[in-house]
């Protein structure tokens, strides 16, 4: 009986791992021609993490106006519009399909437009938001050389 407990119980772990593995590491994906990593997705779940990806590129014209015109409350705005709180709509179901560096990319990315618009207004200028967006966007261009979205085969 001891025995069939403890198969019980290596069985239910490696069972656990590959769950993990799937759904929490490597996610939906396959590699693409492009030498990049393919995220498989439904036409939904594409529309809104493409409308998300919108919304960083809208922020960042934003705060780069904002820069322009030595406005911290502008720029203090459009880099809360696409911090922690505009990731909390997405579905499980999607996010079991990410891969964990394009999660790890897109949670650091939310958290560096909250650090953005907390230094700005914290000194009250804008004078050093530019280094801080440089960084932040090198987020962006590591996530578009490594992956892109194709849609899932019906």
Known sequence: MKSLCCLSAVVLAAVTLVLVYLFVIRGQTLPASDG???ILMAPGER???????RGFLIAVQGISQAIVDEDVKAAVAAARQVGAAAQQGA?????GKLPIDFKRLGFDTHARFDQLALNIEAFGDTGEALPELATLMSNCTACHAAYRIDLEKP
């Open 36 to 38: 990049r990593t393919a």
């Open 47 to 53: 529309d809104m993490v493409l409308g998300e990806m």
């Open 91 to 95: 579905p499980a179901s999607l996010v």
